[in-house]
């Protein structure tokens, strides 16, 4: 079963505004990590948040995590034509077997 | 540094036909993993190995088999393939880790197409 859902499932926006992703979960979390696909390719990690922190940042990248919630959110500011990917939240469940469930993705288009 | 090569890239099989896909990673990891993905569904979990001579079941075991003979290698094996295993497979591997707080190094993918 899918451990994410994310949200929106397609996000269409212009080059240099923000675009902003969310996923949702239901278990408890060791970490929660985002990656990217490019078409055809294979996922590429971006970032990784503990349990323990709300929020991280990487270059352009934000990422918050609500465990209250049970939610976390990625934020890529001053968006490029090259960000055009899917976008995967992936959950590493506590106390399980060391394997991540992943969500459905979000397609992001950035129009130049 | 090749990180997770995976072989073959493509393939068309008929219903009924074996093959073995091969995930070879020279990072040393512990980890490995195989996983399907079909359109809409995301990425789901097929098996993995938590060490050589190790698996594991996933989420969507059904009709794969693999092996981990070698710390570096990750088979997986479809003994009569059908029609519902077109899919995408991508293998990954990461580290054993203390806190288990490590990213995934995913391969680029075998597209495996069943006639």
């Known amino acids: 079963s899918q451990q994410g859902e994310e949200d929106p499932q397609a996000l269409s926006i212009q080059e240099g505004e923000n675009a902003t992703m969310n996923c949702s979960y239901k278990?408890?979390?060791?970490?929660l990590q985002w990656y990217r696909q490019n078409s055809g390719r294979g996922l590429v990690h971006l970032i990784l948040?503990?349990?323990?922190?709300r929020e991280k940042h990487s270059g352009r990248l934000r990422v918050t995590l609500d465990t209250s919630k049970k939610s976390s959110s990625l934020l890529i500011t001053a968006s490029r034509a090259a960000d055009t990917a899917s976008y995967f939240c992936?959950?590493?469940?506590?106390?399980?077997?060391?394997?991540?469930?992943f969500g459905q993705g979000t397609r992001l288009t950035i129009n130049p | 540094n090749a990180g997770v090569t995976q072989t073959p890239k493509f393939r068309v099989l008929k219903t009924g036909q074996s093959m073995t896909l091969l995930c070879a990673q020279d990072?040393?990891?512990?980890?490995m993993y195989w996983y399907r993905q079909d359109p809409g569904m995301g990425l789901r979990l097929i098996h993995y190995?938590?060490?050589?001579?190790?698996?594991a079941k996933g989420e969507v075991p059904d009709g794969y088999n693999v092996s981990r003979l070698k710390k570096q290698n990750f088979l997986l094996g479809l003994e009569s393939a059908a029609p519902s295993q077109t899919s995408v497979y991508f293998c990954?591997?990461?580290?054993?880790?203390?806190?288990?707080?490590?990213?995934?190094?995913f391969g680029s993918g075998t597209r495996l197409t069943v006639v």
């Open positions: 992936a959950t590493d469940a506590w106390r399980g077997a060391q394997k991540l469930v």
């Open positions: 990954a591997s990461r580290p054993r880790t203390g806190q288990l707080n490590y990213g995934y190094t």
């Open positions: 190995s938590v060490g050589e001579g190790t698996t």
């Open positions: 990072m040393n990891h512990e980890y």
């Open positions: 948040i503990r349990s323990n922190e």
């Open positions: 278990t408890s979390i060791n970490n």
